[in-house]
């Protein structure tokens, strides 16, 4: 059953349970109440801290109120399959709105909580005989339930639109050159330095600096950065420093215009100048950062990095669940890597991890998936096989990495081996757990000896 009609079949049924003289009475009570309702609730919703954000007290008065009293009596009048349908195509509506302005969802349920609780006051004062009021309320409560989870469908629909464009514009935005975009935000910092340092010069009194912020380095942070570097750890400090410069160096700088002591002036200058080579150097670190991880390739392996592990196990469960074929995640581990540092140096350890990293991408089939895991860790994900394909696959990869000779950078070579752990899905949506057998997997093969595959199912 479609999900529109599975809603319109438990509607039916809702409005079969009722009596008409319940039903009716409940109508009346929103045409009578309707505004004093939407009043009650907006009060409510203005007041509180979440939901303020999204209200204004003039929004309320134009327009809320009214749309509020209305979405009530479309609601409670529904009674036919038609009017059913079109109040729902209300809710869709609603629920679209409430993903563009990304009203928290849990705002939403608090809306309706305090909904039903307005109107089984007023149902209360109805002259219900107890067990009519019991119906009542049971039928004002499904009723919006069923409102909410409509608006809720559309609401996650819109959002899962809204998410993948996003993204879309993300992918859109590093792809392009950004090497040239560096070079072009460090040329921006120099202009305004530039600039700044004759306005320092030869500013007179009343003279305003420009801000960093009004630059187009700064509408370019404001405006682009965001985007780019979403969560990288050296923005938020780009931006302090740019506040810094701006709300507490400029001011003073100004007030050095028109002044012939020159030695304040050189003063704030190297200040402002300082703060700029920081500023340059936290954006060469954000840009480089950006490069490695937003690849998505692991700089030392040219493996995938954990980055997209979430998105491609996601979908593996998906396709999985979808053509019934399992697939499986084998966490192979380098026994005693410590030792080969220790011994070997760094470097070979480094080396080590790249021919690891290509004799794995080698072995298993084009369309498996190979990740750098951890330091001398990495997942394997093994797509449509069965228990003892993959068993056959872990014990392949062990016995090539028993088998290989890695060349180090000074001419010697060294043999290693890797304890494997294996975890076919079994069905369970999530993907840590299925990370977690396979990492208990592997922990009994480092305590049974090393240079062994163990399975979470044995
Ligand atoms: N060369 C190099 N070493 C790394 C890298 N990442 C992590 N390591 C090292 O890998 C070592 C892992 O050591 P442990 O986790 O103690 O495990 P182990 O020595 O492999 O021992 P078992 O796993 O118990 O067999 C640590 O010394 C890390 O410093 C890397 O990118 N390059």
Redesign the pocket.
């Given at each position: 059953m479609h999900s529109g009609e599975s809603i319109a079949a438990d509607w039916a049924k809702l409005f079969d349970d009722v009596s008409t003289g319940v039903r009716n009475t409940v109508y009346d009570t929103v045409l009578t109440y309707g505004a004093d309702m939407a009043d009650a609730f907006y009060a409510r919703m203005l007041t509180d801290p979440d939901a303020r954000p999204f209200l204004t007290h003039e929004a309320v008065e134009k327009r809320l109120r009214f749309s509020m009293k209305h979405w009530l009596e479309t609601l409670f009048s529904c009674s036919d399959v038609e009017r059913f349908a079109a109040a729902m195509a209300m809710q869709r509506h609603v629920g679209e709105v409430h993903a563009r302005v990304e009203l928290p969802v849990n705002i939403v349920a608090r809306g309706a909580r305090v909904l039903k609780g307005e109107i089984a006051h007023r149902l209360l004062g109805a002259g219900l005989a107890a067990s009519d009021l019991v119906d009542a309320v049971l039928y004002v409560d499904n009723l919006i339930d069923l409102a909410f989870e409509e608006m809720s469908s559309a609401y996650v629909a819109s959002h899962e639109r809204a998410a993948r464009t996003d993204e879309a514009y993300r992918v859109f935005s590093y792809g392009q050159n950004m090497s040239l975009e560096r070079e072009r935000q460090r040329s921006a910092l120099l202009d305004w330095e530039n600039r700044f340092l004759q306005e320092m010069m030869n500013g007179a009194p009343g003279d305003e600096l420009q801000t960093l912020a009004d630059s187009s380095f700064g509408l370019w942070l404001h405006h682009k950065a965001n985007t780019i570097f979403e969560g990288s750890s050296e923005l938020p400090i780009v931006r302090q420093t740019m506040h810094t410069v701006d709300d507490n160096l400029l001011p003073l700088c100004q007030q050095q215009f028109g002044n012939p002591d020159r030695e304040e002036v050189r003063r704030l200058s190297k200040i402002v100048q300082a703060e700029l080579g920081q500023l340059k150097f936290l954006i060469d670190g954000m840009f480089e950062r950006f490069v490695s991880l937003e690849s998505g390739k692991d700089a030392?392996t040219q493996l995938l990095n954990r980055r997209f592990l979430p998105a491609v196990l996601s979908r593996e469960i998906e396709l999985s669940r979808r053509h019934r074929k399992p697939f499986a995640v084998l966490l192979a581990?380098?026994?005693?890597?410590?030792?080969i540092?220790d011994r070997y140096g760094?470097?070979a350890?480094?080396r080590v991890?790249q021919q690891t990293a290509n004799l794995l991408l080698n072995t298993v089939r084009s369309g498996d998936f190979v990740f750098r895991y951890g330091?001398?860790e990495f997942l394997v994900l093994l797509v449509e096989v069965d228990d003892a394909h993959t068993r056959r696959v872990a014990e392949k990869l062990r016995a090539r990495i028993e088998q290989e000779i890695f060349l180090l950078p000074n001419g010697q070579s060294l043999r290693a081996t890797a304890?494997i752990g294996i975890a076919l899905h079994d069905s369970h949506p999530d993907y840590q757990r299925l990370i977690n057998r396979a990492d208990d997997a592997l922990y009994r093969a480092?305590h049974e000896g090393?240079n062994r595959c163990m399975s979470a199912d044995e």
């Open positions: 030392l581990d380098i026994d005693h890597f410590k030792h540092n760094h470097e350890g480094d991890l330091g001398e304890s480092k090393r």
